[in-house]
């Protein structure tokens, strides 16, 4: 008996900026980003991708700007280098409202927001999601953000993670045991709209958050929602192996990626959780049209819009290496930053020309080129190869790029039986772990819920 194919998942890659990854494409004709201050233009979006049944809409975010490469801001400002850069989470009830499936993956920076109210804004989008709200987990590295928060500088890079494990256990307090699943009543004819009794203050105090209080918001469709987190060095594998529940990996090889995936599931096994318990996830750009030839000629279209030194700036602050300093064929020396790690030791010794190069449309993000069949072939060989789950979908032109997939590569996909003809029913996380809207037993988040404690023989 045939094993049934695996099913490709599929996310929107976006941001809440002009200039999210493709950097320099804001200045082609078709594309609409610049209308990113409008709710229609998220309207639009969410609907579109809803058609396309992508599984969800993941926002990006960052606190800070990127003033690394020359020092300022110059070129950030110029090209719109996610700046400026509003808010995710205030975009999803409105998508939400147009949509009845679509998921919501917002970005949220845990070293500048107190768990207390953090906790509250989450369980309120995921009650007016009905259960579709994700949270992307990160802990920020622009020092940027670190002098504007009264910091002056980025806290350490391991201590971000051992803050982050810290918060994590406070909110999967307030979320899963302050209160019981039973509640909250709405009894009108009693006049009890929620039983006192089992609605619990929970006592923390640790060494970075002292928290006692009643959680905010009753216990909403997930609880906890839905959990996203990126980091890919030592520590950050070590993270997500604890906490998360889909997570975002790059490669440049098949082989390569898959060494990355081996990685994260086995320690997701290692900290006693499942090794099919994490999703995982990689960014991807993509060209299609309906012959080879048209595509190409799409790419090269694309290249003459597009800015690799605006590429090369986002870079910059990704490593917190000034790289305009650098001449062209000069290898790039890394030493200890507190930025993103991983990225920084995987391109250490590279030259500016080679990273101009890898930025040639504006992001150093792989981009598949052709016809549907060549692009769904490409994607199923990252599925089969590097066992990855599905893919963070980025914006080249906006929306063109997300409609040129729904409409080529989606029906393709389908009809090889490796990406769904409609929506399974339920709560985000259920859809895609088919297990429930709330997390499961082997979470660290359930040993946090609400347990009776048992009655005491008397003694006398």
Not at 3 to 30: D, S, Y
Not at 197 to 208: A, L, N
Not at 273 to 278: G, H, N, P, T
Not at 312 to 319: P, R
Request: aromatic fraction near 10%.
């Amino acid at each position: 008996m045939s094993q049934p194919k695996k099913q490709i998942l599929m996310n929107a890659f976006n941001m809440n900026c002009v200039g999210h990854i493709h950097h320099g494409m804001w200045t082609h004709p078709e594309d609409r980003s610049t209308d990113f201050n409008s709710l229609s233009y998220w309207l639009d979006l969410a609907k579109l991708l809803e058609c396309g049944l992508f599984d969800g809409l993941f926002i990006a975010d960052i606190v800070g700007v990127y003033d690394v490469y020359q020092q300022g801001i110059g070129l950030t400002a110029r090209e719109s280098i996610q700046l400026p850069v509003n808010d995710p989470m205030l975009l999803v009830p409105a998508m939400a409202s147009v949509t009845q499936h679509l998921g919501f993956g917002v970005t949220a920076n845990l070293s500048y927001e107190q768990p207390y109210l953090f906790a509250r804004r989450m369980s309120t989008l995921d009650h007016l999601t009905q259960g579709r709200a994700g949270w992307n987990i990160v802990t920020g590295y622009l020092d940027s953000a670190a002098r504007a928060m009264g910091q002056t500088q980025q806290i350490p890079h391991d201590r971000r993670y051992d803050m982050a494990d810290e918060y994590l256990d406070v909110l999967y307090q307030l979320w899963e045991g302050s209160w019981q699943e039973d509640a909250l009543l709405a009894d009108r004819q009693n006049r009890i709209y929620a039983d006192s009794t089992k609605i619990h203050s929970i006592q923390h105090h640790g060494e970075f958050f002292d928290v006692e209080g009643y959680h905010l918001t009753s216990p909403s469709p997930q609880r906890t929602p839905l959990l996203y987190q990126a980091g890919s060095s030592r520590r950050g594998i070590q993270f997500a192996a604890r906490h998360a529940e889909c997570t975002f990996v790059n490669g440049a090889t098949p082989q390569a990626m898959k060494a990355q995936v081996d990685t994260l599931r086995h320690a997701a096994v290692a900290a006693g959780r499942r090794a099919d318990s994490l999703k995982v996830f990689m960014g991807v750009g993509v060209i299609v049209a309906k012959t080879e030839a048209e595509a190409k000629e799409k790419h090269q279209e694309y290249l003459r819009y597009a800015s690799p030194e605006a590429g090369l700036a986002h870079f910059s602050s990704s490593t917190g290496i000034d790289l305009a300093s650098f001449d062209l064929d000069e290898p790039i020396v890394v030493g200890k930053v507190e930025a993103i790690e991983s990225v920084t030791k995987a391109f250490s010794g590279w030259t500016k020309r080679r990273l101009l190069e890898q930025h040639s449309l504006g992001a150093r993000y792989p981009v598949i080129v052709g016809s549907p069949s060549q692009v769904a072939d490409a994607l199923q060989v990252w599925i089969d190869e590097a066992d990855v789950d599905g893919f963070n979908l980025t914006r080249i032109v906006n929306p063109g790029s997300y409609r040129d997939f729904i409409d080529l590569v989606v029906p393709e996909l389908q009809s090889r039986g490796v990406y769904k003809t409609e929506y399974a029913e339920g709560a985000l996380r259920h859809k895609l772990f088919g297990q429930g809207a709330q997390l499961n037993s082997l979470h660290p988040a359930a040993k946090r819920r609400y347990q009776p404690q048992p009655l005491q023989a008397f003694a006398g």
